[in-house]
């Protein structure tokens, strides 16, 4: 039904900057909410920022004030501005959508998962 595209990331020095892409694409109705979560090694996937259609957001407190959350309805592409990058922000970067379906005229709604990007902050 739908596919997630990201993009950004790499290797960042600590202090620098990096933004991350996410581009939802198929065979929906409409996108709910999109996001980026992110796993460190031997953790759970946690939450970094998410943003509505209607454009609110919410944030991890751990990048409240260094992280920017943005979105693009009209090109179903999520941004997530990252500066003052520390070392603790290393890990796996995953965008989600919560989007909304139909089928047999029934409605659905369903989450999906991008393949998740990785970003290194070298101290």
């Known amino acids: 039904q739908v596919q997630l595209v990201e993009s950004g990331g790499g290797l960042v020095q600590a202090g620098g900057a990096t933004r991350l892409s996410c581009v939802a694409s198929g065979s929906f109705f409409s996108i709910n909410s999109m996001g980026w979560y992110r796993q460190h090694p031997g953790k759970q996937r946690e939450l970094v920022a998410l943003?509505?259609?209607?454009?609110?957001?919410n944030y991890a407190d751990s990048v409240k004030g260094r992280f920017t959350i943005s979105g693009d309805n009209a090109k179903n592409t999520v941004y997530l501005q990252m500066n003052s990058l520390k070392s603790e922000d290393t890990a796996v970067y995953y965008c989600?959508?919560?989007?909304?379906?139909?089928?047999?005229?029934?409605?659905?709604?369903?989450?999906?998962w991008g393949q998740g990007t990785q970003v290194t902050v070298s101290s």
């Open positions: 989600a959508t919560e989007y909304t379906y139909y089928a047999d005229n029934t409605k659905y709604v369903s989450n999906y």
């Open positions: 943003i509505t259609n209607g454009g609110s957001t």
